[in-house]
């Protein structure tokens, strides 16, 4: 009874996979998600870079690249590490939210959640990563180091990031619709 209940679920597998997932839409999730985490990453970076160059303290896994490699691959090896870590999360992310567009009964409710773990990780993650920038450019306010630059950055790579996870929603909402248009015509 089991294996025919799960066989009923994807029987129809490949003629719903292919046309259902919308493998484009959801690059582009991950694409815009990318993007808007690097324009704060660039940020995170000028801010972190004014700080080593003021001899200002940063945390003991900056420290030991910088020691390693020097001051601009060091910090920039510090950012792309969390970056990576970044990208993992939602590579899974995105394709649990690809796998739940399989599902024979119940896809709504699993693409609309899976849709929300996206979108609310992205937006905690980049929340996180503006927090750390205001916080390097405090830190350079309290020293008296000039922050001007990494608060300008921080603004225009902030309204940057903030323009393509809009962008991601937008994309994962017209995702959704099309989704539900198609598989309302299938039956």
Request: charged share 10%; aromatic share 14%.
């Amino acid at each position: 009874m089991i294996r025919q209940e799960r066989w009923v679920l994807f029987r129809d597998l490949p003629r719903r996979i292919l046309p259902a997932t919308k493998v484009r839409e959801h690059l582009g999730v991950y694409l815009l998600a990318s993007l808007s985490n690097a324009f704060l990453a660039s940020s995170q970076y000028l801010a972190v870079s004014s700080a080593v160059a003021s001899y200002l303290p940063v945390d003991s896994g900056t420290a030991t690249l910088i020691a390693a490699y020097g001051p601009g691959l060091g910090i920039f090896l510090a950012v792309f590490l969390n970056s990576l870590v970044f990208q993992g999360i939602l590579a899974a992310l995105v394709v649990i939210l690809s796998l739940s567009t399989v599902l024979k009964t119940g896809w709504r409710w699993a693409y609309a959640f899976s849709g929300m773990m996206v979108s609310g990780f992205v937006g905690y993650w980049l929340g996180a990563r503006f927090l750390v920038v205001l916080e390097w450019i405090s830190t350079l306010q309290n020293n008296r180091v000039d922050s001007s630059n990494a608060y300008a950055s921080l603004f225009w790579f902030g309204l940057a990031s903030t323009i393509f996870y809009l962008a991601m929603i937008l994309v994962l909402r017209k995702s959704y619709g099309n989704l539900r248009e198609q598989i309302g015509r299938q039956g």
